[in-house]
């Protein structure tokens, strides 16, 4: 096939046989017009659109997405090595030779992040080491529950680290209204009353009681707890960093580790030649200029755009602001 250069769009409603149609007609028309692709070039064409469109559909899906999370990343990467995995058993040679030049980039990238993928999804309260368990039984089958051991032995490994580190100090009580919540049980004037009526030895038999219930709850981890939970209902519109905001006293140590890990996002350099991933994602592939700047300058400017948009609306102009720095 000549290596021309000519646009193919996924979404265009014409089929692959009426643009062959067109070229063959042309070839009929124009003498001069020797270059039409032939049936096996075309079919060439539609299996690599086949296969892009997993890759597209994956790109948009995550660089569409106004505040994307490392979850995300996950749920896209299994299912494109599946369809690889299961391209290279197909019985058309032209579609197993393609599928297999394609998996052998994608098993790379495969392989060094699915692990740290496959972590940040067991964050996600919806999905927990549950879609890890079944994606990796459709990928390695009968080796499904060794992989699932490493993921599972690495978060484990990985929340211990946080588990050293020291938490922030919550505030002990919050009010609401006229009564005072403390460690989650109102306290109010007929409850101090009503306790203090009756006599203490009376509640020794309940102290013990919550003393064996504390020993009994923190014989689990906060990771353990939180695994064998029920899985959080899937909905359209779920924020992942607000429900871990609103667990955060529930488990203090695992909500520090997940915002870490969702925040973490993986970024990959874009050639200036792939802009079949610029499609439908505004601004937020990778060019020349920004795949050169240095981590430090990236974060600085992560880091400046969260300070900018949250710092209170200035009373004073910049200009007289920085006189009185100088000053």
Not at 63 to 84: H, R, V
Request: proline fraction near 4%; aromatic fraction near 12%; charged fraction near 25%.
């Amino acid at each position: 096939m000549n290596t021309k250069l000519f646009t193919i769009t996924l979404d265009n409603d014409c089929s692959s046989h009426d643009i062959y149609s067109a070229f063959t007609r042309l070839e009929t028309c124009d003498e001069s017009y020797n270059e039409a692709p032939s049936v096996d070039d075309w079919k060439m064409v539609e299996i690599a659109c086949a296969f892009l469109r997993l890759l597209y559909d994956s790109a948009v899906f995550i660089m569409s997405a106004i505040d994307p999370t490392a979850n995300m990343f996950f749920q896209e990467a299994w299912k494109i090595q599946l369809e690889l995995t299961n391209a290279i058993k197909n019985e058309d040679s032209m579609v197993s030779c393609m599928a297999q030049e394609l998996h052998e980039k994608f098993d790379k990238y495969w392989k060094d992040c699915s692990l740290v993928l496959s972590i940040a999804v067991v964050m996600d309260p919806r999905f927990k080491l549950k879609l890890v368990e079944f994606s990796f039984s459709k990928i390695y089958v009968e080796d499904a529950s060794m992989y699932v051991k490493v993921v599972d032995d690495a978060i484990h490994e990985f929340y211990l680290e946080y588990v050293a580190q020291p938490l922030p100090l919550t505030p002990a009580y919050v009010e609401q209204g006229g009564a005072v919540v403390t460690n989650g049980s109102i306290d109010n004037n007929q409850a101090v009353s009503s306790i203090s009526a009756l006599d203490v030895d009376d509640l020794l038999d309940f102290d013990i009681y919550i003393s064996e219930m504390s020993v009994n709850q923190q014989a689990k981890s906060e990771l353990d707890q939180y695994l064998e939970e029920s899985l959080v209902p899937r909905i359209q519109e779920f924020d992942i960093l607000n429900w871990w905001k609103l667990n955060n006293i529930k488990y203090p140590t695992l909500s520090k580790m997940a915002r870490d890990v969702l925040s973490n996002i993986p970024m990959s350099m874009v050639g200036p030649g792939c802009s079949i991933f610029g499609a439908g994602t505004g601004n937020k592939v990778l060019d020349e200029y920004r795949s050169s700047l240095r981590p430090q300058i990236v974060e600085a400017l992560f880091c400046a755009k969260d300070w900018l948009q949250f710092f209170p609306a200035m009373t004073e102009s910049p200009s007289t602001a920085v006189v009185k720095m100088e000053h």
